[in-house]
Nanobody, 122 residues
Framework: VQLQASGGGSAQTGGSLRLSCVASERTFSSFYTAWFRQPPGKEREFVAGISRSGGAARYADSVKGRFTISRDNVKNTVYLQMNSLKSEDTAVYYC????????????????WGQGTQVTVSS
């Protein structure tokens, strides 16, 4: 599976951005998909994940109520809507996929996009 992330950029504190991740795989609906991020000087961390059908989502505590993950299996795309952005959301954001089952550990995801930079400033 090849994943192509886009939509990063700069935003002000309190602003919004939407990330997209397009998958090359026709059976994309069989993959659990997630977003991770790596802040400057820190390790990569789980942000949000979504089930194959899109019916269930999981979020890191730091983004609950501000970020929304969704997917469109017809378009082979997963989205991350980011609202009420904070400076601590500044990071390189990665989409990732794994077959079938939910997970949050980075090591369990074999497929990764290239990353897209999000910078939040006041």
């Amino acid at each position: 599976v090849q994943l192509q992330a886009s939509g990063g950029g700069s935003a002000q504190t309190g602003g919004s951005l939407r990330l997209s991740c397009v998958a090359s795989e026709r059976t994309f609906s069989s993959f659990y998909t997630a977003w991770f991020r790596q802040p400057p000087g820190k390790e990569r961390e789980f942000v949000a994940g979504i089930s194959r059908s899109g019916g269930a989502a999981r979020y890191a505590d730091s983004v609950k109520g501000r970020f929304t993950i969704s997917r469109d299996n017809v378009k082979n795309t997963v989205y991350l809507q980011m609202n009420s952005l904070k400076s601590e959301d500044t990071a390189v954001y990665y989409c990732a996929a794994r077959w079938d089952q939910p997970a949050a550990a980075e090591r369990l995801f074999p497929y990764w996009g290239q990353g897209t930079q999000v910078t939040v400033s006041s």
